[in-house]
């Protein structure tokens, strides 16, 4: 059985990367990319890496997309818009995966917190499953509206769940380094590329939103993390670097045994050789490309100080890959299904 997919906000960066997965999946078709600004247009004009796979399809408008008859739709639109678009899906008998933040905490009052306005339809966050199959697999088959991930939180979440599950985070400081592409298709004075270019620039000194998903799902306490965003000079990528304290003494072999449990039977999880030294921990161009999520660490004589490296490409396991893994297990298929290209090395 072949499924129809929408995939709204198709011509932005995550959008573009859920049709670039779509185009050669077997068993999701698009039927249709939804741009509310470039109606009519031809896909490739936008995203020329895939004339040859889209060559004749156009972009819809919204009107235009409600008509087709889906099974699933994907909205990758800006934050602040996807509830209403979920609402009228989901009366229809639709299932919805929000690559937006709309759905991705299941507080209202934390929405608000982090968000900076009441959420409109806070039911809905009670409805949603939070978009990470790896933590939440058997939910997200089981639910017709699945959240996406921060990016940000994506990379954090996949690196420390281990740790975080047997309570031996007492403190944590984050530094996540991103490149361009996080900000998405539309420049700013902060990301535009004249001003972007050759920058190290520290843009979040203590705190983020995505801190909201990384509490919710690590069960942490806001006092006890600290989260550092650095923009860095690459396009594609995120690289967390955790600085931990942990509750407890533990030796190295207890940690190795901890993660590769945790790892277990999660296809897009990966654990970094203890040698050659420069292997040990991951960057963003290892991963480039496709939906792995790579974790190294390293521990302190003293039992007690840990740091743990995790590097994702922000725009697949960060987005469009972790998006359309959901979607397979919402739909009854593998959750691999066309996710299983190889990272792009060197970049």
């Known amino acids: 059985m072949t499924f129809k997919a929408a995939i709204w906000g198709a011509s932005g960066m995550a959008g573009g990367e859920v049709l670039r997965i779509l185009a050669r999946h077997p068993d999701i078709k698009v039927e249709c990319a939804v741009s509310k600004n470039k109606n009519r247009q031809f896909i490739w004009q936008t995203h020329p890496h895939l004339r040859d796979e ?30 209403s678009v979920i609402e009228k899906y989901l ?5 919805v995966v929000d690559l937006s933040a709309d759905v991705r905490l299941y507080s209202a009052k934390d929405y608000e917190k982090w968000y900076g306005s009441p959420h409109p339809n806070p039911d809905l966050l009670i409805s949603a499953v939070y978009g990470l199959p790896e933590l939440h697999g058997k939910e997200i ?49 902060g990301s535009h590329h004249p001003y972007r270019s050759r920058t190290l620039r520290v843009y979040e000194p203590f705190r983020h939103r995505h801190l909201a998903e990384i509490l919710q799902e690590l069960s942490l306490e806001e006092d006890a993390v600290t989260m550092t965003m650095t923009a860095v000079e690459i396009v594609r990528g995120a690289q967390m670097l955790a600085h931990i304290r ?30 050659p030294a420069h292997l040990r921990l991951p960057e963003p161009k290892m991963v480039t490309g496709s939906n792995q999520a790579m974790t190294g660490f390293t521990l302190h004589e003293d039992g007690r100080r840990m740091l743990v490296v995790t590097a994702i490409d922000n725009l697949m396991k960060g987005a469009a890959g972790t998006a359309v893994q959901a979607s397979n297990l919402m739909l009854g298929l593998n959750e691999t299904e066309g996710l299983t290209m190889m990272p792009v090395y060197p970049v």
């Open 141 to 189: 088959k089981e639910s017709n509206l699945v959240s996406g991930v921060g990016c940000n939180a994506a990379c954090c979440i996949l690196g420390l769940f281990p740790l975080a599950r047997e309570g031996l985070i007492e403190e944590i400081r984050i530094e996540v380094r991103v490149g361009s592409s996080e900000a998405g298709a539309t420049p700013t004075l």
């Open 246 to 275: 942990l509750s407890e003494k533990v030796r190295e072999g207890e940690i190795w045994r901890l993660y590769k449990n945790a790892y277990r039977d999660k296809p897009f999880l990966q654990l970094c050789p203890a040698k």
């Open 91 to 95: 009366e229809k008998g639709t299932k």
């Open 54 to 83: 889209f060559g004749t399809l156009t972009f819809c408008d919204h009107d235009e997309a409600f008509l087709k008859e889906v099974d699933i739709a994907f909205l990758a639109v800006p934050h602040g818009t996807a509830v």
